[in-house]
């Protein structure tokens, strides 16, 4: 073993590693700051406030970074030993993990690991999908979850072609379509002001698993209420509870997934909640097929509809079942002192004891790292008094408002209504309606590799034109006379298909993506938050409104009023959403440094780019608006980013 240096006693080591870190951070944080800064900053001062926040982005980057390998070995050994963590072989996971938590790629270099150990430490990289069969059990567990939403929120789709009429509220006056929209609504309305609220308390209090399981119960037993409501208002009351399951669900489950997953996977994970989604969509529609035939009893009427929303129950009951079975996020554990069972946790998610190690001491590091941050300011006004910030959050909001403006949830909540509007069956409006889902979900798979491949700004710009067309084409296919049946109802299916097949790996992935991306380490949750918000509540906007929207313009007008909407996002996506496809923390804080005007202005240039390039064919180079240099470890600036002689 290398020698190290001497290890003060217990009493003083947190202060010892706290200071330690501090300096390997000054000197980490000083290079990153350089990396970024170009032209003007390169040459002059750094203002205080600005180094700050870069600052605290470079520790929570990698905290380790700066570390000798000697003395990244001590403070393993150090946590493992002051928090009672095992035997000698788990110090000796803690030592190695430790080292390998600095830079997980750099096994090969580490000494002391055997040959077994590298194999599978290469096997994270090699083959990514070779994990513990725990961890396919969480991976089950966050994909019935993702589908449990899905379901939720379809199962309405058919019901209400019943229930409406059932409860008085089927007509074309603006009674019957304020409070159909009403009560379609409902949850999102939950989940907008309170539910997403909830998040916060409910994993305090009971942890990952816990909020998991007490929202879908929330879910299971809200959706069984649907199926013995008697009036409109008792409607609009139950589905408004079930909001308090989809709300802090819709947070928790990614966080929990995220905690949980080694890096190899973890982002595929989280692209997976969208897709699953789409495939408890679809599933809610098969469930309004399969008892749209059910008959009325002595007792009860209206048993179809009934059954379809109480239907969406059993894959809350699965999650309710075993989500037990799967330990609890570490990090949750980690939060509450509690490190003996977070590395218990993260031993049965992992093939050996020194994964468990890394990534519980790197969770560690982290922590230590967000507890020290003090920027003198509420961070909630950090995301809108800092440049970087605010365009951020600019950029997450318009991809987070258009995500239901662009009009796919009216389709996903109204499509049965306006399959039968446009002279389809009922039974065939939800087989109709059913094809939809099968596409939403078929085309959500290819997102996992257009996203990374493409770009998110590049997917929009090329698929926000598409769902305008596809819309204005379905609108205006309302005008087929009645007489030519055939026509009409193909051409109406034919436009939602397609609007489908192009907002599935565009629109439906990338807001929830670009968010959790955009923002900084330090204000991300915060951002996060403030998406989810911004994305129920516009739910609930367009759910409650679309009844109106259509008596009131006909479906000429309503679809050409969503087709104008993915127009305006076009614009507002090449104006004012920078692409964060594939770069590093330094490369997106210089990303959105760039001020708004200049971005602005070269997203308006790249529209005759286009033309010359890809319509005249001519031979046309690309502008490139970011620098991104190689530079070297340079010490020779001080702390106000001058050269020093």
Same mark, same amino acid.
């Given at each position: 073993?290398?020698?190290?240096?001497?290890?003060?006693?217990?009493?003083?080591?947190?202060?010892?590693?706290?200071?330690?870190?501090?300096?390997?951070?000054?000197?980490?944080?000083?290079?990153?700051?350089?990396?970024?800064?170009?032209?003007?900053?390169?040459?002059?001062?750094?203002?205080?406030?600005?180094?700050?926040?870069?600052?605290?982005?470079?520790?929570l980057?990698?905290?380790?970074?700066?570390?000798?390998?000697?003395?990244?070995?001590?403070?393993?050994?150090?946590?493992?030993?002051?928090?009672?963590?095992?035997?000698?072989?788990?110090?000796?996971?803690?030592?190695?993990?430790?080292?390998?938590?600095?830079?997980?790629?750099?096994?090969?270099?580490?000494?002391?690991?055997?040959?077994?150990e590298?194999?599978?430490?290469?096997?994270?990289?090699?083959?990514?999908?070779?994990?513990?069969?725990?961890?396919?059990?969480?991976?089950?567990?966050?994909s019935?979850?993702?589908?449990?939403?899905?379901?939720?929120?379809?199962? !309405?789709?058919?019901?209400?072609?019943?229930?409406?009429?059932?409860?008085?509220?089927?007509?074309?006056?603006?009674?019957?379509?304020?409070?159909?929209?009403? !009560?379609?609504?409902?949850?999102?309305?939950?989940?907008?002001?309170?539910?997403?609220?909830?998040?916060?308390?409910?994993?305090?209090?009971?942890?990952?698993?816990?909020?998991?399981?007490?929202?879908?119960?929330?879910?299971?037993?809200?959706?069984?209420?649907?199926?013995?409501?008697?009036?409109?208002?008792?409607?609009?009351?139950?589905?408004?509870?079930?909001?308090?399951?989809?709300?802090?669900?819709?947070?928790?489950?990614?966080?929990?997934?995220?905690?949980?997953?080694?890096?190899?996977?973890?982002?595929?994970?989280?692209?997976?909640?969208?897709?699953?989604t789409?495939?408890?969509?679809?599933?809610?529609?098969?469930?309004?097929?399969?008892?749209?035939?059910?008959?009325?009893?002595?007792?009860?009427?209206?048993?179809?509809?009934?059954?379809?929303?109480?239907?969406?129950?059993?894959?809350?009951?699965?999650?309710?079942?075993?989500?037990?079975?799967?330990?609890?996020?570490?990090?949750?554990?980690?939060?509450?002192g509690?490190?003996?069972?977070?590395?218990?946790?993260?031993?049965?998610?992992?093939?050996?004891?020194?994964?468990?190690?890394r990534?519980?001491?790197?969770?560690?590091?982290?922590?230590?790292?967000?507890?020290?941050?003090?920027?003198?300011?509420?961070?909630?006004?950090?995301?809108?008094?800092?440049?970087?910030?605010?365009?951020?959050?600019?950029?997450?909001?318009?991809?987070?408002?258009?995500?239901?403006?662009?009009?796919?949830?009216?389709?996903?909540?109204?499509?049965?209504?306006?399959?039968?509007?446009?002279?389809?069956?009922?039974?065939?409006?939800?087989?109709?309606?059913f094809?939809?889902?099968?596409?939403?979900?078929?085309?959500a798979?290819?997102?996992?590799?257009?996203?990374?491949?493409?770009?998110?700004r590049?997917?929009?710009?090329t698929?926000?034109?598409?769902?305008?067309?596809?819309?204005?084409?379905?609108?205006?296919?309302?005008?087929?006379? !009645?007489?030519?049946?055939?026509?009409?109802?193909?051409?109406i299916?034919?436009?939602?298909?397609?609007?489908?097949?192009?907002?599935?790996?565009?629109?439906?992935?990338?807001?929830?993506?670009?968010?959790?991306?955009?923002?900084?380490?330090?204000?991300?949750?915060?951002?996060?938050?403030?998406?989810?918000?911004?994305?129920?509540?516009?739910?609930?906007?367009l759910?409650?409104?679309?009844?109106?929207?259509?008596a009131?313009?006909?479906?000429?007008?309503?679809?050409?009023?969503?087709?104008?909407?993915?127009?305006?996002?076009f614009?507002?996506?090449?104006?004012?959403?920078?692409?964060?496809?594939?770069?590093?923390?330094?490369?997106?804080?210089?990303?959105?440094?760039?001020?708004?005007?200049?971005?602005?202005?070269y997203?308006?240039?790249?529209?005759?780019?286009?033309?010359?390039?890809?319509?005249?064919?001519?031979?046309?180079?690309?502008?490139?608006?970011?620098?991104?240099e190689?530079?070297?470890?340079?010490?020779?600036?001080?702390?106000?980013?001058?050269?020093?002689?």
């Open positions: 073993m290398a020698d190290t240096e001497k290890i003060p006693n217990d009493s003083s080591s947190g202060e010892y590693d706290n200071n330690k870190r501090e300096n390997a951070h000054a000197e980490h944080a000083d290079y990153r700051n350089h990396s970024v800064a170009h032209n003007s900053e390169r040459h002059g001062s750094v203002p205080a406030a600005e180094r700050a926040r870069r600052n605290l982005n470079a520790k980057a990698n905290p380790l970074a700066g570390y000798s390998h000697a003395e990244l070995e001590d403070q393993g050994a150090q946590y493992a030993m002051k928090h009672q963590l095992g035997e000698e072989d788990d110090i000796r996971a803690f030592r190695m993990g430790a080292v390998l938590a600095q830079d997980p790629t750099k096994y090969d270099s580490i000494r002391g690991l055997d040959d077994s590298r194999e599978v430490l290469r096997k994270e990289f090699t083959n990514r999908w070779s994990q513990p069969m725990l961890m396919y059990v969480v991976i089950v567990l966050c019935t979850c993702a589908a449990v939403q899905g379901m939720d929120e379809a199962v !309405v789709n058919g019901g209400q072609i019943f229930y409406t009429v059932q409860f008085g509220i089927g007509g074309k006056d603006s009674r019957s379509t304020w409070l159909t929209g009403l !009560v379609n609504s409902a949850p999102y309305l939950c989940c907008a002001f309170i539910g997403c609220w909830l998040t916060v308390p409910f994993n305090h209090y009971f942890g990952r698993r816990g909020t998991i399981f007490i929202t879908c119960t929330f879910s299971a037993l809200a959706c069984f209420w649907q199926g013995f409501t008697n009036t409109w208002w008792h409607m609009f009351i139950a589905r408004f509870c079930l909001g308090f399951g989809i709300g802090p669900k819709s947070a928790t489950v990614p966080i929990y997934a995220a905690e949980t997953t080694p890096p190899a996977i973890r982002g595929a994970l989280v692209m997976q909640w969208q897709m699953w789409a495939f408890g969509i679809m599933f809610g529609y098969v469930a309004d097929l399969a008892f749209y035939n059910v008959k009325d009893t002595a007792h009860v009427t209206g048993l179809n509809w009934r059954l379809m929303m109480a239907s969406a129950m059993f894959p809350a009951l699965i999650v309710i079942c075993f989500v037990f079975m799967c330990p609890e996020s570490p990090r949750w554990y980690m939060s509450k509690r490190h003996g069972k977070a590395y218990q946790s993260m031993v049965k998610l992992r093939f050996m004891k020194i994964q468990a190690a990534d519980l001491f790197y969770m560690q590091t982290l922590l230590e790292a967000e507890g020290t941050m003090k920027l003198g300011q509420s961070k909630i006004l950090e995301l809108v008094t800092v440049p970087r910030n605010r365009r951020a959050m600019i950029g997450s909001e318009i991809v987070m408002f258009m995500q239901q403006f662009c009009g796919v949830n009216v389709i996903a909540y109204y499509s049965s209504s306006i399959f039968v509007e446009s002279g389809f069956s009922e039974i065939s409006a939800l087989t109709a309606s094809g939809f889902g099968l596409i939403n979900w078929l085309f798979i290819p997102a996992i590799y257009t996203i990374d491949t493409f770009g998110r590049n997917l929009l710009l698929t926000f034109p598409l769902m305008s067309l596809f819309l204005f084409f379905t609108g205006f296919s309302f005008w087929i006379p !009645v007489s030519q049946h055939t026509a009409r109802v193909a051409c299916a034919l436009g939602i298909y397609l609007f489908g097949i192009v907002y599935s790996p565009g629109e439906g992935p990338v807001p929830f993506t670009y968010s959790a991306e955009a923002y900084p380490l330090y204000v991300r949750a915060y951002g996060m938050s403030l998406a989810t918000a911004t994305t129920w509540f516009f739910n609930f906007v759910s409650i409104t679309w009844p109106s929207l259509l009131a313009f006909k479906p000429q007008g309503a679809f050409a009023y969503y087709a104008v909407w993915n127009l305006i996002g614009v507002l996506v090449l104006l004012f959403m920078p692409e964060t496809r594939n770069k590093t923390l330094e490369e997106l804080d210089q990303v959105f440094s760039v001020p708004t005007h200049i971005h602005a202005a997203g308006m240039r790249q529209v005759p780019y286009f033309f010359k390039r890809y319509l005249l064919r001519q031979h046309v180079e690309p502008e490139i608006l970011y620098e991104r190689e530079y070297e470890y340079d010490n020779s600036y001080d702390d106000e980013g001058h050269k020093v002689v």
